[in-house]
């Protein structure tokens, strides 16, 4: 059964800091892998989407990658701002199944 | 602008009563989800459907009825058999028959039951 393990669970950076974000999954037969923001009471936020071909992503401040093999992902944050304080989830489609599974996430505080 | 929409935002129920929360989305995709997050835990799948008038049970599906007559809209029914109903409840929907598979969410319901 998939599993997916976000480290640390929470992160608190001054502002300015490069930091990153750990998911690791326990089965390597997925089809993509997908970072998420979620801000307190509201819904998620699809920030990266990684297919399973690939090896990374970037968007703007933010670069993803994927290690299939080794089951591991990580979200790079340059030049944190306050502003992307928030929770961090990552999710894995997985082929067992039409669905995705998550991760419990990370919650950041950056500190201006 | 395409998107979901979940309505209401906020619920609140007594303890027994049924409650049913709306999702719609106007994105043509085919397969929507119900999700149901508690605090300090990742997102649990309730049902989802992959065609109209097709759904699957998730993981916790004990409590809750779905039903999909329409591509867009994808209600959820909260009965009084859920022993532990307040949650954040989250509609996704994806695109189906390709690879990619990214999921769509919207800004979610926050249900009260007591």
């Known amino acids: 059964k998939q599993e997916v393990t976000q480290i640390p669970a929470a992160l608190s950076v001054p502002e300015g800091e490069n930091l990153v974000l750990n998911c690791s999954f326990t089965d390597s037969a997925i089809y993509n892998l997908q970072w998420f923001r979620q801000d307190p009471g509201k819904g998620l936020t699809s920030l990266l989407l990684i297919q399973s071909s690939q090896r990374e992503q970037t968007s703007g401040r933010l670069n993803a990658s994927l290690d299939k093999s080794s089951g591991r992902s990580t979200l790079y944050i340059a030049a944190s701002q306050p502003g992307d304080s928030a929770t961090y989830l990552c999710?894995?489609?997985?082929?067992?199944?039409?669905?995705?599974?998550f991760g419990a996430g990370t919650r950041l505080f950056v500190k201006a | 602008d395409g998107g979901i929409t979940q309505s209401p935002k906020y619920l609140f129920r007594k303890e027994g009563q049924n409650v049913t929360l709306s999702c719609e989305q106007n994105?043509?995709?085919?397969?929507m989800y119900w999700y149901r997050q508690d605090p300090g835990q990742g997102l649990r799948l309730i049902y989802y459907s992959q065609i109209v008038n097709d759904f699957q049970k998730g993981d916790i599906a004990e409590g809750y009825s779905v039903s999909r007559e329409k591509k867009e809209s994808f209600p959820l029914t909260v009965t009084s058999a859920q022993k532990n109903p307040t949650a954040f409840y989250l509609c996704?929907?994806?695109?189906?028959?390709?690879?990619?598979?990214?999921?769509?969410f919207g800004p979610g319901t926050r249900l009260t039951v007591t």
């Open positions: 999710a894995v489609w997985d082929t067992g199944g039409f669905k995705t599974i």
């Open positions: 994105l043509n995709h085919d397969a």
């Open positions: 996704a929907s994806t695109v189906t028959g390709g690879a990619i598979n990214e999921q769509y």
